[in-house]
């Protein structure tokens, strides 16, 4: 089974799954082709439930195939418990309930377009 179709099947066939969402924006990501940096979250209502996502940047600067950037937004999911506790580097975390709603996710991916212009929607 890909990768692809095994994520698919853990988002969409078990039910809800909560995770913590570690609160790190302002640090710039690299890699060999290029980064990435997380600017800032925002929260939206959706169907009555808060939903928390996190607007970013990402650039090719140092890729051999030449330069690219996208303006993307990323979203952890349906907030839980807002800033409840401390990681060991004393950084706040969420506990967020991953969406796993095609119709929810179509709905959400339209609205931050909108708002954000952003060129992409991925969710956790």
């Known amino acids: ?6 994520e698919y099947h853990e988002r969409h066939d ?7 969402y570690t609160h790190e ?3 710039e990501v690299r890699s060999i082709s290029g980064g990435y940096m997380l600017e800032r979250e925002e929260t939206i209502k959706v169907d009555g439930k808060t939903v928390l996502y996190v607007v970013g940047n ?3 600067d140092s890729s051999c195939c030449g ?8 979203v952890p999911g349906y907030v839980m418990n807002w800033r409840h506790t ?8 969420t506990t967020v ?8 996710e179509r709905k959400i991916t339209k609205v ?4 954000e212009g952003v060129s992409q929607v991925r969710f956790w």
């Not at 089974?1 to 095994?6: A, L, N, Y």
């Not at 330069?67 to 990323?74: D, E, I, K, Q, S």
């Not at 931050?112 to 708002?115: Q, V």
């Open 25 to 27: 924006l302002q640090k």
């Open 86 to 93: 401390y990681n060991e580097e004393g950084i706040p975390l």
């Open 97 to 104: 309930e991953a969406i796993a709603n095609e119709e929810v």
């Open 14 to 20: 078990r039910g809800p799954v909560s995770k913590e």
């Open 67 to 74: 330069f690219w950037g996208c303006h993307y937004a990323l």
């Open 112 to 115: 931050l377009e909108e708002k």
């Open 1 to 6: 089974m890909s990768s692809v179709i095994r």
């Open 58 to 60: 990402a650039l090719a």
